[in-house]
């Protein structure tokens, strides 16, 4: 009869927050898990132009970035206004593109090797010269699959 | 005697409150240093390098789709101006040529586009080419998926793709830039 009566008079009325660091380590492993830390300060400017035949860059480890674009504000005075590239966290030439990819292709598994893919960012404004200069220097050193970095087109 | 009460105390378990508020310190720090990043792009397959020219000569002229963009971002389609919007509609109709006529390509296999741009070109102008081209072949490809199978490409089989691809390829062919309008 006063079964129910016995048990809601037990029960003590405080929440058990002795979970609450688990959910929290939790949500602090996903965060981890996706977290990748930018690696190289970004060192000229960037926009990227907008595309519709976009291609979803799989599998960070092997891809490879080239910046392109005019130095940011602090650089200016040192590396004035022309476009450059940037590998890693330096302003490079297209001299470097080869060590550049070797380097990136030293750290894959060798057969993964032929998936590796170069993403250029480069920064709408920029004329072509720049980018066909990295084109031939990336066919040179056989690095032929290549995405354009682009955002998709806002409806 | 307080000695005795204190070492009592020492007993006691370990207070794990405090372990949540760490936990969520280094959620925080996590939180703000990520940067979730949509990479994406137009894929692009290069041609390995050769030092001879390709001979583009001996191709038919009616099989070629030349795009040339100059140093002012503007368009010869085939040596006539042309407007970037009117491009892949006249892509698409040179590559299947629905009316058989004798001055556009005489099958899509044997299509084939051509840039060329100059060095001057802003990278924009250049990947909205290349991106009109691209949506071209990828709606022949849809139409020809939808005809055969009844789906989209994307959502077809690997060997169906193959059999559309081998139909419907997507050559273009990229010549060396001119050195013109180059920006000092």
């Known amino acids: 009869m006063s079964k129910f009566q016995k048990k809601r008079g037990k029960s003590s009325p405080a929440i058990s927050t002795a979970s609450l660091p688990d959910i929290i380590f939790m949500l602090l492993f996903f965060f981890m898990v996706v977290t990748v830390m930018r690696d190289s300060e970004k060192k000229v400017d960037v926009v990227t132009p907008y595309a519709t035949e976009l291609t979803k860059l799989e599998k960070k480890s092997l891809v490879n970035y080239i910046y392109i674009g005019r130095p940011v504000e602090k650089f200016k005075a040192t590396y004035g206004t022309k476009p450059r ?13 080869p060590l550049f990819l070797e380097r990136h292709r030293s750290k894959v598994p060798e057969n993964q090797r032929g998936a590796i893919k170069t993403s250029l960012r480069v920064d709408q404004d920029v004329t072509m010269g720049i980018v066909a200069d990295v084109k031939t220097a990336l066919r040179k050193a056989g690095q032929l699959l290549l995405n354009y970095s682009a955002k998709p087109k806002p409806q | 005697m307080a000695k005795k009460s204190s070492r009592d105390r020492l007993n006691n378990e370990v207070n ?3 372990m949540a508020d760490i936990a969520f310190l280094l959620l925080i720090f996590f939180l703000v240093t990520t940067t979730i ?4 792009g137009v894929l692009v397959q290069l041609p390995p390098w050769s030092d001879e020219e390709p001979d583009i000569t001996k191709l038919k002229t009616r099989n070629v789709f030349s795009v040339l963009v100059n140093a002012n971002n503007e368009l010869l389609v085939r040596g006539e101006p042309k407007d970037i919007d009117d491009l892949k509609e006249d892509c ?17 296999k044997k299509a084939i586009v051509s840039m060329k741009n100059d060095r ?7 990947l909205e080419v290349y991106n009109e081209v691209k949506a071209a072949y990828s709606e022949l490809r849809d139409e020809a998926a ?3 199978y009844g789906k989209d490409y994307q959502y077809c089989t690997k060997a169906e ?15 060396e830039p001119t050195n013109f309008g180059e920006e000092n």
């Open chain 2, 120 to 126: 001057g070109t802003k990278y924009k102008a250049y």
């Open chain 2, 92 to 108: 698409k109709e040179f590559i299947m040529n629905p009316n058989k006529l004798e001055n556009l390509a005489e099958d899509p």
């Open chain 2, 146 to 148: 939808n005809k055969r």
């Open chain 2, 16 to 18: 794990a409150g405090s």
């Open chain 1, 85 to 97: 590239i940037q590998l890693g966290d330096k302003f490079a030439t297209e001299r470097d593109i």
């Open chain 2, 161 to 175: 793709k193959r059999s559309i691809r081998t139909d419907i390829p997507l050559v273009i062919s990229e010549a």
């Open chain 2, 37 to 40: 990043v949509e990479d994406k």
